[in-house]
């Protein structure tokens, strides 16, 4: 790709973006009362998350209903629903989980081991990460009114971790409702409760009077939960100016996934802006079951075309926004490592790129789909450069932009794209990335990644967890069944009024209030 080619399309893309701290929890007294409207990136597919792996569904979702174990300030697990930490056999293969006594859900009735049961066997089922469970557990059961047993075949080291995430999440309903594979009704144990929903409009959540609150203060997503908010209103505003126009004007309590490069616009107006840093990381899965990069070496070829750089210049403007990084974790976290990652170029290599792809066969016929969405315009901005940097390498490209709604739908049909573009804040477990799962849309499944992630997960000792990740990591860099492109910090906004609100990956409203 010339330079003044590519001065051009940055020149379209690009604005200057500051940096800001992130903000502090409040210290005012608490407030009881008043109603919020969060302004979210368009309408969820469902409110189902176990049947969902979408940070939308997970984001409003995790206000009705809840898990055994979630996840504190420090990304530790901690007991939701579980009264404690479970008791491990000495040979890790039986979790003995104690119940809080006292839990009802929002039909009154009591939460008993039943219910339980039949929830994470419903789980177990039908999520996708229930289904990466499954294959190590032998079965799950009652231990009398207020207890479960889960036993497995052999030690799982991310078992916590799984039960503790909020993404295709192992919520706690009613026996009754957990033998449908499909929700229809929306019962949880959750601080709200769902009153009414106009599709396109509104998801209303309002006060579950019965709730009955951890005990202590709040810690990240354990710890209390307190709820001093009458009500909550998810609004989805698919287009990202229009987020943005509302933070200004101060038409919303909070508003999700802001464009970095309106960081200034909206410092200047009504609503304040919030930074998470780090957040996570821009991804492009690829499909290996159909299509052009069902080759290798035509995924390779990807790899090489791409310059991670000037697509997130293009994203986010301000290196105060992004990192160009190789690995899959940044420094923070005890899974930082540069191991195996030498093929990720911060400039591309097009002419390496030329070469890969004439050894994959490419016939320069068949496109390679880019299956994105404008809801979140940093992903349509990075498309835009990645086509480009494409072209170059001499692939043939074809943009199909669409609601994330259709998005989520559609990259779950191998027959309709070839990379679909999305991004995920940095999990506290390697086994809870995305491609970790064969059935993933993407479909990446080989020897080498069954072998890879058997040992990753049946190892329990955290140094030697850290040492096969390294390995792992090579492995994605080889067979890349994505493309990461850096590490990005996301941009949120919230009325001077909300208080309580602590930036968070999945935005949460329990313990947030309004001043009054």
């Not at 940070?55 to 206000?63: A, R």
Request: charged fraction near 20%; hydrophobic fraction near 45%.
């Amino acid at each position: 790709m010339t330079k003044p080619r590519l001065r051009f399309v940055l020149s379209v893309l690009t604005a200057a973006a500051a940096a800001t701290a992130i903000m502090g929890p409040a210290t005012a007294a608490p407030q009881k009362g008043g109603v919020i409207n969060v302004a979210t990136i368009g309408e969820p597919p469902t409110l189902d998350p176990v049947s969902s792996t979408a940070d939308l569904v997970g984001i409003i979702s995790q206000h009705m209903f809840e898990t055994l174990f979630t996840f504190d300030k420090n990304w530790a697990v901690t007991p939701l629903l579980a009264a404690e930490m479970p008791q491990v056999s000495a040979d890790g293969l039986v979790y003995t989980i104690k119940l809080r006594d006292g839990v009802t859900f929002h039909d009154g009735a009591k939460m008993t081991s039943k219910d339980v049961v039949a929830s994470l066997n419903r789980w177990l089922k039908i999520a996708s990460r229930g289904k990466q469970v499954a294959g190590f557990v032998t079965g799950v059961a009652a231990d009398g009114d207020l207890g479960v047993k889960i036993t497995l075949k052999e030690p799982y080291a991310p078992l916590l971790a799984f039960l503790a995430f909020n993404n295709a999440a192992a919520i706690i309903v009613p026996a009754d409702a957990a033998a449908q594979d499909t929700l229809t009704k929306n019962i949880g144990t959750g601080p709200y409760m769902l009153k009414e929903r106009k599709a396109d409009q509104y998801i209303q959540l309002v006060r579950f009077d019965g709730y009955k609150s951890r005990a202590g203060e709040p810690d990240g997503y354990g710890g209390a939960r307190k709820q001093y908010l009458d009500e909550i209103r998810f609004v989805p505003v698919p287009d990202a100016s229009t987020r943005v126009e509302g933070a200004v004007a101060g038409q919303f309590a909070y508003v999700d996934s802001l464009p970095v490069e309106s960081y200034a616009r909206v410092q200047g107006g009504k609503d304040k802006p919030l930074i998470l840093k780090p957040f996570g990381w821009p991804i492009f899965f690829m499909n290996h079951k159909a299509g052009v990069l069902a080759n290798l070496d035509a995924r390779k070829a990807v790899q090489a075309a791409l310059a991670p750089e000037d697509m997130l210049t293009a994203a986010f403007g301000s290196k105060e926004f992004f990192s160009v990084e190789a690995p899959l974790y940044p420094k923070e976290y005890v899974w930082s490592s540069n191991v195996g990652t030498q093929a990720y170029k911060p400039q591309g290599d097009t002419e390496a790129a030329k070469a890969l792809l004439k050894k994959s066969g490419y016939d320069g016929v068949k496109p390679v789909r880019i299956l994105t969405s404008r809801q979140y315009e940093f992903h349509y901005k990075m498309a835009l450069v990645a086509q480009e940097y494409l072209k170059a390498a001499g692939f043939k490209v074809q943009m199909d932009v669409v609601e994330w709604a259709t998005l989520v739908q559609r990259r779950a049909d191998p027959a309709l794209w070839d990379i679909y573009i999305t991004h995920s804040p940095f999990l506290p477990e390697p086994a809870l990335i995305n491609y970790m799962a064969d059935s993933a849309p993407g479909w990446w499944v080989s020897d080498a990644k069954a072998k890879a992630v058997r040992a990753l997960n049946t190892e329990t000792d955290l140094k030697k967890r850290v040492k096969l990740f390294e390995g792992m990591q090579k492995l994605i860099y080889d067979e890349i069944p994505a493309y990461k492109v850096g590490n990005f910090n996301a941009l949120a906004a919230k009325s001077p009024q909300l208080e309580g609100v602590v930036p968070a990956p999945w935005p949460y409203f329990w313990n947030a209030w309004l001043e009054k």
